[in-house]
């Protein structure tokens, strides 16, 4: 069940999410290329130079915390043991069911603040 949140210290400055159709394209003798509908393709997106604090800042978002290890930790923890969680940006109907593949963070300017790429991928529960 999708139900674990972790709602980002710092909404990332912008963010992109893909809705893409499976395309086939088959060549057929004398008739050249073809192209068939296939359904459709997961979303998936990187949120790129997300912060994780280490200060109190004027822009995080309501109830932030500062350790930026304890955010960093529980992403880790749902890359690990692929963890469903929903991917939800405010004010848009982007909301969906998502994997973290993957999480890369670097320290930058000396503040201990953690800036963060996080990549997720769109799930879906196998149907039998």
Known sequence: AANTELVLPVTP????WTHDAVIETVTVDQLGDLNFWGGKKMGSTKLTDCIL??????FLSPGAGTNPWVYLQ???TWVDRGTVVRFLVSGTPVNAAVL???????EQDGTNDLYSDITIR???Q???
Do not use: L, M, N
Not at 13 to 16: D, E, L, N, R, V
Not at 53 to 58: D, E, F, G, K, S
Not at 100 to 106: A, D, F, L
């Open 122 to 124: 769109q799930y879906k």
């Open 53 to 58: 604090p280490a200060h109190q800042y004027p």
């Open 126 to 128: 196998p149907e039998t």
């Open 74 to 76: 529980q992403i880790e």
């Open 13 to 16: 400055a912008s963010y992109s």
């Open 100 to 106: 973290v593949e993957g999480i890369t963070y670097r």
